[in-house]
């Protein structure tokens, strides 16, 4: 059981539910989001709700960018294509 992020700063658990279900919780919440227009969209998500919103990003007219962790969990930034890509300090 892992805290699933639903808007910022706002975190849930669901206790007695299974990895599928926290799956499908942390997609739903991610899509209302793309749905409602938000800009960019930082969230560490299980690399199973990665793949499963890539064709939803893609759809809502949205690049997903993802790190390339080892782990479970990855950091993911969600941007609309046209915005242009954010820099970074390597």
């Known amino acids: 059981m892992r805290k699933i992020e639903i808007l910022e700063d706002v975190r849930l658990r669901f206790p007695g539910r299974d ?7 942390e997609v739903g919440a ?7 227009g938000v800009l960019v969209v930082h ?5 199973e709700a990665t793949e499963q919103l890539r064709p939803i990003a893609e759809k809502f ?10 782990s479970e969990v990855m950091a993911v ?4 294509k046209s915005r242009r890509p954010t820099l970074r300090v390597v």
């Open 43 to 47: 969230r560490e998500l299980s690399r």
């Open 19 to 25: 990895f599928e279900f926290d799956v499908g919780v």
């Open 61 to 70: 007219g949205y690049t997903l960018v993802a790190s390339d962790a080892d």
């Open 77 to 80: 930034t969600i941007a609309p």
């Open 30 to 36: 991610v899509s209302v989001l793309l749905a409602q």
